[in-house]
């Protein structure tokens, strides 16, 4: 159980950093944009619907992504406090209730909205060369299914959480391994960390 939770982990970090690239693509995009449009008085009209449709494929990748590095806000000021089984029991109770019919209804009208736009060939109507959106709309469905999949896999932890009394572990991303990485690249080990933190504990405890 626990391998398969990691895989579908491993998946959704997978596509969540191939999508992240968009954010690379989208600050080159914009900066050529006011380049063209200031330096040779040349704007393209698509550049607007495009940077929406690239900035709108980001953001909903993301989410599967995030949820399965457990990242997204909550209010969490009470439970924090909690034990670990009742932390579950609320996280449990609240995928039924809300989490998972909310994406199914996500996930099946983009997937009307995304048929519909590629039976008709759909383009944008913002600007007048409008650019074909019915390849974004198909991410849709796509991210909604990323969403409900790894929520499913949220919900498997929950219950191996109230059976063992403690959370499962999660399939690590860059910031464990760069924390990692570093300490290699600057020659410093764990216990000198250990002892810099402590002195840096102390000075404040001394200080209040």
């Not at 009208?109 to 600007?127: L, P």
């Not at 991210?143 to 790894?150: D, F, M, P």
């Amino acid at each position: 159980m626990q391998n398969t939770l990691l895989l579908i982990d491993k998946i959704n970090t997978w596509i969540g950093q191939l999508f992240a690239w968009c954010v690379l693509i989208l600050t080159l995009f914009v900066s050529y944009e006011v380049f063209s449009r200031y330096a040779f008085g040349e704007p393209h009209a698509w550049s607007f619907d495009f940077m929406n449709m690239l900035y709108g494929a980001l953001f909903m990748m993301a989410g599967a992504y995030t949820l399965s590095k457990n990242g997204h806000v909550r209010g969490d000021v009470l439970y924090g406090f909690f034990p670990p089984r009742l932390q579950a029991s609320l996280d449990l109770a609240l995928y039924i209730v809300f989490f998972i019919p909310g994406v199914v209804a996500m996930a099946w009208a983009g997937y009307q909205y995304a048929s519909e736009s590629w039976i008709i060939n759909e383009h944008s109507t913002i600007t007048a060369d409008g650019p074909p959106i019915y390849p974004f709309k198909a991410i849709i469905p796509f991210a909604g299914a990323c969403l409900l999949i790894q929520g499913f896999v949220e919900i498997a932890r929950c219950i191996i959480c109230l059976k063992q009394g403690d959370w499962p572990s999660r399939e690590q991303d860059v910031e464990e391994v760069d924390v990692d990485k570093l300490r290699d690249m600057v020659h410093v080990n764990a216990d000198e960390i250990e002892a810099l933190d402590k002195l840096i504990t102390d000075k404040k405890g001394s200080r209040s």
